[in-house]
């Protein structure tokens, strides 16, 4: 299978620990998004990269959050000093980018609880 | 700013049922317009798209008219199956500018079919 993959599916951590998540795109996409989706609410855009350059981050991503591309490859977004309100999915999706637009395609997501 | 809104859900409806998930949305720009959807357990996956008005996009039965008049894209099925059980998630997304990127979600509608 070639899709989105991300590990860990699921992490429970306690609040204040720092944590971790991984997505590997599909091999050809150059660009890669984070989004957080929360119960109840449909996904909202986190940040995103072309290659290896972060390009625009939301609001939504405090400085608790950083992300990283490293070579335009694999992905990593650490949470720092983990809240309850951090509590969500956290999805990846990646595209083929240019000047035409292509389709994002979703991992399976990670889910985040913070107790 | 974009933003989407769609049908509250629940829906629940029985199999062979006609299927309406409203959706209208408003955007800067001309914006291409997603339907995905959310199976249990499983990620995001595009059901179907349009990229200008009065396309009608389609897909496993399911289809949807981009009305530029009434800012709608709404979700239609003739005949449901219990396997369409699932999260129904409009989207938008406005290509301007080189930033072709992020994608607006509403807040999804659960759809439950019963046999």
């Known amino acids: 299978d070639t899709g989105v993959s991300q590990d860990p599916r699921h992490k429970i951590t306690k609040r204040g620990q720092n944590v971790t998540f991984r997505c590997d795109p599909i091999s050809e996409h150059n660009r890669l998004y984070w989004y957080r989706q929360t119960l109840g609410q449909g996904p909202e855009f986190l940040t995103y990269f072309q290659n290896e350059a972060q390009l625009e981050k939301s609001r939504l991503l405090s400085d608790r959050f950083s992300a990283e591309r490293p070579k335009g490859s694999f992905s990593t977004l650490e949470i720092q000093r983990t809240e309850q309100g951090d509590s969500a999915m956290y999805l990846c999706?990646?595209?083929?980018?240019?000047?035409?637009?292509?389709?994002?395609?979703f991992g399976p997501g990670t889910r985040l609880t913070v107790t | 700013g974009n933003s989407v809104t769609q049908m509250e859900g629940p829906v629940t409806l029985s199999e062979e049922a006609f299927l309406t998930i409203n959706c209208t949305y408003t955007?800067?720009?001309?914006?291409?317009l997603f339907w995905y959807v959310q199976y249990p357990g499983e990620g995001l996956q595009l059901l179907l798209k349009?990229?200008?008005?009065?396309d009608k996009g389609s897909n496993k039965g399911f289809e949807a008219t981009y009305r530029k008049e009434t800012t709608s894209f709404h979700l239609e099925k003739g005949s449901v199956q219990v396997s369409d059980s699932a999260v129904y998630f409009c989207a938008l997304r406005t290509d301007s500018g080189g930033s072709n990127y992020k994608l607006t979600f509403g807040k999804g509608t659960l759809l439950t079919v019963n046999p």
């Open positions: 349009a990229t200008k008005a009065d």
């Open positions: 955007a800067t720009g001309y914006p291409s």
């Open positions: 999706a990646s595209s083929i980018g240019g000047t035409v637009t292509y389709e994002q395609y």
